[in-house]
Structures are given as C-alpha cells and as structure tokens.
C-alpha cells in the first residue's frame, strides 16, 4: 500500500513515477503521502496505470468524466470519449456510466486507457436496484459495499463515496432550506434512503468496513461532496458546511488506517467565495487532496459552462486546490459528445496551467511560446498550443496575404515585426 509503505520510509514505484514526472525527490513525495497530503490512487490489481500523484506541491491534476445515460447508453462512444480527454491532457479518467451494461462499459475504458480510472459505485447499486424491479430506497447496505467490492476488484483507483451525507446534514438542510436542495446524484440516492427508511448513511455508519476493503486494494477515496451547493444562491451553507465538518473527520480516520483520501468540493461558488472555501477545507481535512467541480461561477452561461468551469477552476486551484474536474459545454443541458469532452478538457488544462503559473510552476512553456511568436516561428508555436490542430486550422482559415512571415489579424501593421525591422536598422545604423 502507498501510505502504509511511504510511512515506513520506502519509496515504491508507484512514488519514483510521481516524483520524475513532478520534478520533486521521491523524499518530496513520500513525505506527502506519508502525511496524507498527497494521494497516488492506483489499485494493486490494475496491471497498468500511468500514476499521477495528486497534491500539495505538486502541478494540479485534471480529471474528465464519461459515461452512459439510459438515453444514449453507447459504449463504443464512451470508450472513444475517454480516449479524446486523455488525448488532450486530461489526468484521470471517471467512469459515471448509467445506461447499459456498466460493468462492461467501464472495463472497456479500463482497457482503452492507462491513466487512473475512478467510478461511483452507488450508481450501479441503484441500477441494480431498478433491474430488480425495486426502488432505490429498498437497497441494504450490501448493495452498497457490493457494488463497491465489484469496482475494486475491476481495478478501478478510486471510488466517489458520499459518506458525508449523514442524517444530520439532511436535517440541517430541512431546517434551513435551499432553492436547489441536493442536486449531486449520489448524494439523493442515499438523502432520499435516509429519508424513507429513517436509518444513517451506511457509508458513514459503517465507515469502518469502507476502510476495510480500501486497504485491500489500495482504493483512494474521494469522499464526495453530496451536498453541493447546485447554484449561486445556496453556496457556502449551513448543510454544505456540515458536511465538510464530518468530511475532516473521516479523512483522520482514514489516515489512521493508511487509506488514502481526498475530498471533493463544492460546484456552484461566487467567485468570491472560492478562496474561503479552498482554505477551510484544507483547514478542517488537515490538507487533503482537495477534488473541486468547477468551482461554476455563474448559473446563467449553459453552453458555455466550460468556460465558467475554466474560470472558477483557475481560481480555486490559485488558492491551493489540487484536482480539476472538468465541465463541458453541455452540462446543465445534455450528455456531452466527443467534441464537448474536447472542449471540456482544454478548458479545465488551461485552468489547471494557469494555477499552476501563479503557483510558481510552469511557467517555461509560456516562454518557449513568446520566444516563438517573436522568431514567427508558427510550426513550433503549433507544437507548444494547447490545441495545435485548432490553432493550425484557424490560421489556415484566414492566411496571412500581403506577408506571409505574420498573422491576418495586423498584416503588414504586425507590431512584433515593426519593432524587429527598425530595431535591426538601429543596430545597423550604429555600426
């Protein structure tokens, strides 16, 4: 086990990855897993996985979402969408699929790709559920820790497990109302079971037996944020508080345990709440991997929220945020296709770049590409883009004509080329 090994002062392979491709020693690194500061979720029985490490000190790490609806249940497109979001920089990869044969789908993503692969295990106990013909609130805690064991076995690196919707967030939230209530899937499946069976979260109340089968594979939780806030108008509230109080708590636990844990954060945040929310949930988690959705900044831009995402993300990773997950256009309005996962994924890379210049890393690729832009060397401009292939359309779109050296946007009025035509006569002139 990474925590367990790192705590005895042994790097693993697993650490020796992480720290070459961070730039850090392995001492770095093993330090951060040893505290609990630093996840490297990587099941023992996935054959092969490209490890990322996830945390304090290190670049910050993006993950895209994929997955069936029971509306366009696709497993060739799901696979094929996982395979884009890697491709344009995407660290991880979550399997949400609903529709279909799940257990199908995410193997067939666990073969297509090789980064670290992570589920929500609840959804396929609901589906097993409705299979049965039988309502979500009729699950027993089997069902739960079940579907939990199949995806751990499967191999997937981490699981999403709301173990801090417990029956006194719910009341909190009863008590003090909000205009969205709970809009994370997983956390109304087990709101709505609470409610109607009048028992605690089995996630939480047999938190014990969660870290049990953690320990056998090495499972990274990500203790979800089931009680979100789903707009502008619920952000930073009492219920959602409350469930970061018990979220602290389980990360201790799970360190008592060497169970690597991070916590997932809030979705809808003014962006003058972002800062404050980062900073206390590094507070009360005692530095843990903090997971962020977003953060979505405005509730008004659907087809944009990429966009909204990017810029919420930029900030919270800024303020010390370690995971990005992305938002495409299409959410808030459809499953999202292959080229909104593109989108998905640059936007949230750029955020997740932006940060990490800020932090104080990084910031050499920004410099190759103005030494480029200042030589016009447009082929290796190319190469450092984001995007090379979009970049290298839109110029083939609207060519420069009048100097071919330039772009269309200035022509011949380039200031770039002004400044170098009479800086050279200067030094001519000179000699």
Request: proline share 4%; net charge negative; glycine share 10%.
């Amino acid at each position: 086990m990474q925590m367990a090994e790192a705590r005895k002062g042994r790097t693993t392979p697993e650490i020796e990855s992480v720290a070459k491709a961070e730039g850090k020693t392995a001492e770095f690194v093993m330090s951060g897993l040893a505290a609990g500061r630093i996840v490297i979720p990587r099941n023992v029985k996935r054959k092969s996985v490209d490890v990322k490490g996830i945390g304090e000190g290190l670049s910050v790490k993006i993950n895209a979402n994929v997955g069936t609806s029971p509306d366009y249940p696709k497993v060739e497109e799901e696979v094929e969408k996982a395979k884009i979001a890697v491709r344009y920089g995407a660290d991880t990869i979550m399997d949400l699929s609903i529709g279909g044969e799940v257990d199908v789908i995410r193997r067939r993503i666990m073969d297509a790709v090789e980064v670290p692969i992570g589920t929500v295990p609840i959804y396929q106990a609901a589906i097993g559920m409705s299979k049965r013909g039988k309502d979500i609130v009729d699950m027993i805690s089997d069902d739960i820790f079940n579907a939990i064991r199949r995806h751990a076995e499967d191999g997937v690196d981490f699981v999403t497990v709301h173990c801090g919707v417990t029956r006194e967030a719910v009341e909190t939230l009863q008590r003090t109302g909000r205009l969205l209530d709970v809009v994370s899937r997983g956390g109304s499946f087990l709101a709505a079971w609470m409610l109607h069976n009048g028992m605690e979260n089995p996630l939480y109340s047999e938190f014990d037996y969660l870290l049990e089968i953690a320990r056998e594979f090495d499972l990274t939780l990500s203790l979800g944020d089931g009680m979100r806030p789903g707009c502008l108008a619920d952000a930073s509230d009492a219920a959602q508080f409350q469930e970061l109080i018990t979220l602290g708590e389980l990360v201790g636990r799970a360190r008592e345990e060497d169970v690597q844990a991070m916590v997932e954060g809030p979705g809808h945040l003014p962006l003058s709440h972002i800062e404050a929310n980062v900073k206390l949930e590094k507070t009360v988690c005692k530095g843990a991997p903090f997971y962020v959705l977003g953060p979505i900044v405005t509730d008004i831009a659907p087809g944009y929220d990429h966009l909204v995402g990017a810029i919420g993300g930029a900030m919270a990773a800024w303020a010390g945020a370690d995971f990005l997950c992305y938002v495409t256009p299409a959410e808030h309005v459809c499953l999202p296709g292959i080229e909104e996962v593109k989108e998905g994924v640059i936007a949230s890379k750029i955020a997740a770049h932006v940060a990490d210049v800020a932090r104080g890393t990084g910031i050499e690729l920004d410099n190759e590409m103005a030494k480029a832009r200042k030589k016009f060397d447009w082929g290796r401009q190319f190469e450092i883009a984001v995007d090379p292939e979009r970049a290298k359309e839109m110029r083939k779109k609207s060519p420069p004509v009048l100097d071919p050296k330039v772009c269309s946007m200035c022509s011949e009025l380039c200031a770039i080329k002004m400044v170098e035509d009479y800086l050279k006569k200067q030094r001519q002139t000179v000699r």
